[in-house]
């Protein structure tokens, strides 16, 4: 009994040890093996496409040089009264520069007035870190005169600056009813006359105060910042 | 607590026209801005009338006042701040110091003046618990003796 398990082991082994052997011979001698042997000869290899007829590349269309408009004033530094000026440039100090009538926002921190002796030239200022800050430009710039520039937008500011005043001017209303209630000697009594006076006074304040908060958030500020936007626009894309 | 009528002295009510007077400014001078100044004139002349009265019948002495009423009264006056506090915040920065100065005048007026109203308010409140209580002190002391 021993022996024949011996006997059988010994064949298992013997099988297993002839598969290991015989069976990598078996793949290595399959498909693979024509290919490999095929690689290590010489290809010859003609693709089957029909020869391109190149057509020669046709001449350009001659360009001629571009030329920037030009410019009424000679260079960037524009003299004005015997003072030279930046041109396109913001600056700090423009008492030498005579102007004309000027059109400004409400606060008159937002502005432009042409240059007097200077034809076709703009004084445009804004508030600066520290005071106002100019720059000179053409007046039939683009940027500053056109649908998006400098001028649209500070009346845009206007507006803005219109739409805040008239929505605080409403509070007034609600101001007059606390006075009648004052005068009407409701801080005398409690009667429910009074307080319902009282209490629309107050829903009418907390309307103004909360609607003209709302404009001078989204219209007021919205129009500072394109205005802000179209003088520094304006300074970075001068001709 | 809130049907309670406290007395408060003159100067109460003196607050209050001062206080009708200053949180008008702002809005009416908005108003004349962009309405026709009839408008705004006829507004500051009612504001005005109305202080005046108001001044004029307690010139000599307080009176009773309600502590709801009041307190409506300094909380509708508180609201107008919402408008310039806004400015303040959202808008310092694009304006010269001169217009954030003025809002900031304006909004601590108006508190400084409520605080002051407040204090008068609190004072009548405070003298009316005490006699309250001195009431009660003498209640019992009347059912004792009987």
Redesign the interface.
């Known amino acids: 009994m021993a022996n024949n398990q011996r006997r059988l082991r010994a064949g298992l082994a013997a099988i297993v040890a002839f598969s290991l052997v015989v069976c990598p011979l078996a793949w290595a001698g399959g498909r693979g093996a024509p290919a490999r042997a095929a690689g290590r000869g010489q290809i010859d290899f003609t693709p089957d496409v029909l020869l391109l007829q190149v057509t020669p590349t046709p001449a350009g269309i001659p360009i001629t040089p571009v030329v920037s408009p030009t410019s009424p004033f000679p260079a960037a530094v524009v003299m004005i009264g015997g003072q030279p000026f930046p041109f396109c440039e913001g600056f700090s100090d423009a008492s030498g520069i005579p102007i004309g009538p000027t059109e400004t926002d ?2 008159e ?1 937002y502005g432009y007035a042409a240059v007097v002796g200077q034809p076709n030239m703009v004084l445009m200022w804004i ?1 600066g870190a520290s005071g106002r800050l100019y720059m000179l430009a053409r007046a039939d710039d683009p940027n500053f005169s056109g649908p998006m520039g400098f001028t649209h937008y500070l009346s845009a500011l206007r507006e803005s600056e ?1 739409a805040t ?2 929505q ?5 209303l ?3 009813g ?6 009407a000697g ?5 009667g429910v006359g ?2 319902v006076a ?2 629309l ?2 829903g009418g ?2 309307y ?3 609607s ?2 709302g404009v ?2 989204t219209r ?2 919205p129009a ?1 910042m394109d205005a ?1 936007d179209a003088f520094y626009f304006l300074d970075l894309h001068c001709p | 607590m809130m049907r309670l009528k406290v007395k408060v002295n003159r100067g109460f009510f003196h607050i209050l026209a001062a206080l009708i007077l200053w949180t008008s400014i702002a809005p009416i001078a908005a108003l004349m801005s962009t309405k026709p100044w009839v408008y705004g004139a006829l507004s500051a002349l009612f504001i005005v009338t109305a202080t005046v009265v108001m001044v004029s019948r307690h010139r000599v002495q307080g009176g009773r006042v309600s502590v709801l009423q009041s307190s409506l009264f300094l909380f509708a006056c508180l609201t107008v701040t919402i408008a310039p506090i806004t400015a303040l915040v959202a808008l310092a920065r694009y304006f010269p110091i001169q217009y954030s100065a003025l809002a900031a005048l304006y909004v601590l007026g108006i508190v400084g003046l409520v605080v002051a109203a407040i204090a008068h308010l609190r004072r009548g409140i405070i003298e009316h618990r005490r006699g309250q209580g001195a009431r009660q002190d003498i209640s019992p002391s009347r059912s004792t003796s009987a």
């Open positions: 409400y606060t921190q508030p219109e005043q008239d605080f001017g409403e509070a007034a609600p101001v007059f606390l006075a009648g209630i004052f005068l409701c801080l005398e009594s409690a009074c307080i009282t209490g006074a107050i304040l907390l103004g105060g909360l003209t908060a001078m958030l007021f500020l500072v802000l």
